[in-house]
């Protein structure tokens, strides 16, 4: 019986180093995976790398590497920027691991004794960069149209899957399930290549040796996006553990960039219906990072290195400027100067001014200590519009709008602090008769702060925990589960509060 939220990552490819874009996909699963922890839900986070293949191969070579050394090389670095990154993965697969080759030739032996695999000979041309066999219709003068490489001619003998069986099923799949895809923009385009017509494709490779040998024939090795594909279900104990497969799976989300959307709405859910293995609940497609106005390439040098913006920005500026500037599930630009702008505006004027005010208000007039309100129901200036943060941050993170989310949580932040100016309880201070006044303004003020606190969390996970340790709050913010804790008036009376650093400290030239 499946009981887990289980959202996945696309599994990164180890020719090279993660760049920014790489980033954009795993901090997106990683507010997505929090979020469903902090509303009390089992969740299991995949993330890993993609290890077989001729472009690893290849990129083995030109290091004088095995390309299990070239991989035991990368992997630590692909490992040491979601570390760096706050991401909450609950396990990382590699596709070298035995829990995962052992599995996959199961899965591929199950299609073959259905039936569904047989031999063929291929002949066309093939993107070594994609992993990718091309249609001419992909190839422009020479190159492949999405890396701008020049494609490789090729003929020999493969398995073949018979996708070409499966086109039926998959146009009712699309139809009964019109979420199966998102955005629908998305979905158009994969029924358009459905009703095309399908074509068998290749299973297996016969001209280099690195990858999941095929079991039935040792003169073959998986085809790598085959075996990339199907770590979704061996991370999560197909073939080994049904018990816990079955409370797992099928995954809730697949998150990815559109380059590799067919693989995941076409080839992935027919092989799956081959085995007899549920498809997943949905696959959702962000858009690209681009930079000068081209997608970030590491074969072309283009790929901007996240420790490049960490080191100036710090790890929360850096997860909340994608998820806030870039709309969700389009395109984005990325540029160094919108970083900053968004930095300074949001972070550092917007919410770092207001829990410094707040905070020092608190010490200076009450000595630290959260005064007691009049009343502590939903009421003056923050109630309502906390409320309303609470419902519209649900139903935007299970809509999959990151970006909307995280605008609803800065159009709070600017509520709290046009309050403050408004409420003025700098002045208010100056009338010893206003004493319980001031108290009302700045208990509702502390509030809002938990609030912002609580629903950072996901987004920024480092600034949302120093603003809840300087908030005294003695529960852990881990601990926290909605909706209770989106109650308002949970801040109790005495509750002691620490100024401590700047949130978001001015940006150095």
Known sequence: MKDTFYITTPIYYVNDAPHIGHGYSTVACDVIARYHRLRGEKVFFLTGTDEHGQNVARAAEKRGLTPRGWADQ???????????????????????????????????????????????????????SCEEFKSEDEVVD??????????????????????????????????????????????????????????DFSVSRTSFDWGVPIPWDAGHVTYVWVDA?????????????????????????????????????????????????????????????????????????????????????????YRYHFMRDVSFGRDGSFSWESMAARYTSE??????????????????????????????????????????????????????????????????????????????????AKDA???????DVLYEAVEGLRFVALFASPVMPGAAARLWEQLGITEALSAQRLPDAARWGSVNPGTRTRRGESLFPRLEE
């Open 74 to 128: 990368i992997v630590p670095k692909w490992r040491e920027v979601w570390e760096r990154l706050d991401i909450s993965n609950d396990d990382f697969i590699r596709t070298t691991e035995d829990r995962h080759e052992r599995q996959v030739q199961a899965f591929v032996q199950r299609l073959y004794d259905s039936g569904d695999i047989y031999l063929g000979t291929y002949q066309g041309v093939y993107c070594v």
């Open 142 to 199: 020479g190159n492949c149209a999405i890396h701008g490489r020049p494609v490789e001619r090729v003929s020999e003998d493969n398995y073949f899957f018979r996708l070409s069986k499966y086109r039926d099923a998959l146009l009712r799949l699309y139809e009964e399930r019109p979420d199966f895809v998102r955005p629908e923009t998305r979905l158009n385009e994969v029924v358009s290549f459905v009703r095309g017509g399908l074509q």
């Open 229 to 317: 594909l199907l770590n979704y279900i061996t991370a999560v104990g197909f073939g080994a553990d049904e018990r816990r497969f079955d409370s797992i799976w099928p995954a809730d989300v697949h998150m990815m960039s559109k380059d590799i959307l067919r693989f995941h709405a076409v080839y992935w859910p027919a092989m799956l219906m081959a085995a007899g293995v549920a498809v997943p609940r949905q696959v959702f497609v962000h858009g690209y990072l681009l930079v000068g106005g081209e997608k970030m390439s590491k074969t072309k040098l283009t790929g901007i290195h996240p420790f490049q913006l960490i080191e100036h920005f710090g790890v929360d500026a």
């Open 347 to 428: 972070l550092a004027n917007g919410l770092g001014n207001l829990a410094s005010r707040v905070l020092a208000m608190v010490d200076s007039y009450f000595e630290g200590v959260v005064p007691e309100p009049s009343h502590r129901e939903v009421g003056g200036r923050l109630g309502g519009p906390a409320e309303q943060l609470a419902k519209r941050f649900d139903a935007h993170i299970l809509a999959l709008e990151l970006s909307d989310a995280v605008a609803a949580l800065d159009e709070f932040v600017r509520q709290a602090n046009r309050y403050l100016v408004e409420a003025a309880p700098w002045n208010v």
């Open 433 to 439: 008769s206003r004493r319980q006044e001031l108290a």
